[in-house]
Structure formats: structure tokens, C-alpha cells
């Protein structure tokens, strides 16, 4: 069993920095690769990044990559998100997900609003 908490939403400007964590529960937090997701209104949830278990691969969407930079230290069962130059367009409720084949583990999502 697996719990992830996000936290670090809030609201910027056009141009600024958030960093989102999402802290993860279980001893087996090191053992599956990791992403995060986002869903702004009216629109489908998106990957936005993953990241392997060893935090030795990463894949990242068009639309964030250069800006967004995803890492986790699995000392801390933690997991981060850096955001910066954010945009209007990326706001939305990021949520954090496991995938142990299939992403079976979600966090109840933390907002993200960036003003122009």
C-alpha cells in the first residue's frame, strides 16, 4: 500500500518558480517508477513527467520540457516537481501517480495557477 500527499501549489505570475513534493508512504516507495500528472478544467489529465525508480531516466512532455525538471530522493520517500518559467497554460491540479504497470496510486492533487 501506497500514499502520496502533494503539497507546493499556489499562485504566481507569469515567469515564476514553484517546486511541488509529493511524499509517499511504504517501504517499497523505491522500487517504482514515479510521474506526474496534471488536469487543467475541461481537459483530459495529461503526464506532464516520470521518472524511473532510480531517478536514472526521466521522460518529460513537449510542453514542459527546458522548464520543468523532475527528480526524487528515495532516502526521503519523496519526490519533486521544479517548475520554472511557468505559464498561464500550465495551470491546473498536478497530482502525483506510482506505476506498477499501470498508475494504481494517486495523490489528491495539489492546484498550480499561474497568472498572466
Known amino acids: 500500500q501506497v500514499q502520496l500527499v502533494e503539497s507546493g501549489g499556489g499562485l504566481v505570475q507569469a515567469g515564476e518558480s514553484l517546486r511541488l513534493s509529493c511524499a509517499a508512504s511504504g517501504r517499497a516507495f523505491g522500487s517504482y517508477d514515479m510521474g506526474w500528472f496534471r488536469q487543467a478544467p475541461g481537459k483530459e489529465r495529461e503526464i506532464v513527467a516520470r521518472i524511473s525508480w532510480s531517478g536514472g531516466s526521466t521522460y518529460y512532455a513537449d510542453s514542459v520540457k527546458g522548464r520543468f525538471t523532475i527528480s526524487r530522493d528515495n532516502a526521503k520517500n519523496t519526490m519533486y516537481l521544479q517548475m520554472n518559467s511557468l505559464k498561464p497554460e500550465d495551470t491546473a491540479v498536478y497530482y502525483c501517480?506510482?506505476?506498477?504497470?499501470?498508475?494504481?496510486?494517486w495523490g489528491q492533487g495539489t492546484q498550480v495557477t499561474v497568472s498572466s
Open positions: 501517480a506510482v506505476d506498477r504497470g499501470v498508475w494504481d496510486y
